[in-house]
Every structure is written in structure tokens, then in C-alpha cells.
Nanobody, 114 residues
Framework: QVQLVQSGGGLVQAGGSLRLSCAASGNIFAIYVMGWYRQAPGKEREVVARIWNTGRTYYTDSVKGRFTISRDNAENTVYLQMNSLKPEDTAVYYC????????WGQGTQVTVSS
């Protein structure tokens, strides 16, 4: 089993920045992909960014150039630096890890006011 504990998030004005963190613990595999998903009210959960153990990254088009996903392998932690935030980025953000199976963090609210 793997536990994912998220931190960060909150309320910020449009144009501001926030940083999310997700620490993984438990039965950690060396081969994995971790990522951030979000779910806005009335919408389906969508992928925001992913990072593989190789360092490869993926971003959904709407956050390219504004969000950066990174990792600290020693701490088994992944980060999401969110800059130039927009009201449409408002959502609950979930950390995700896929290795032997899929794991989810507890979710954290990000609210961007206009």
C-alpha cells in the first residue's frame, strides 16, 4: 500500500501563485508515474500534469507555460508549482500515483478569485 499526503492549496487572486505538494510513503516502487488531477464543480476529473520516474513530464494544454511539475526522489514527493493562476483553475486538486496500482491523495481545494 501507498499513502499520499497532500499539502498546499488555498485561496489566491487571479495572476497569483500556489504550490502543491504530495508526499508518498509506504511500499514505494522505483518505477512509477505521479501526477496531479483536478475536478471543478459539475465537471469530470481531469489530468493536469504527470511526471514519470524517468523525468518525462506531461501537461494538459490549458496549463502549459503556467504550471510546473517536479519531484524530489529522496523524499518521494511531487510538487505542482502553479503560476499565473486563472479563475478557471479553481478546483479540487488530487495527487495520483501509479505503480502496482493506482493511489490517490485526499484532495485539496484551490480557489482563484477574479
Amino acid at each position: 500500500q501507498v499513502q499520499l499526503v497532500q499539502s498546499g492549496g488555498g485561496l489566491v487572486q487571479a495572476g497569483g501563485s500556489l504550490r502543491l505538494s504530495c508526499a508518498a510513503s509506504g511500499n514505494i516502487f522505483a518505477i512509477y508515474v505521479m501526477g496531479w488531477y483536478r475536478q471543478a464543480p459539475g465537471k469530470e476529473r481531469e489530468v493536469v500534469a504527470r511526471i514519470w520516474n524517468t523525468g518525462r513530464t506531461y501537461y494538459t494544454d490549458s496549463v502549459k507555460g503556467r504550471f510546473t511539475i517536479s519531484r524530489d526522489n529522496a523524499e518521494n514527493t511531487v510538487y505542482l508549482q502553479m503560476n499565473s493562476l486563472k479563475p478557471e483553475d479553481t478546483a479540487v486538486y488530487y495527487c495520483n500515483r501509479v505503480q502496482d496500482k493506482e493511489y490517490w491523495g485526499q484532495g485539496t481545494q484551490v480557489t482563484v478569485s477574479s
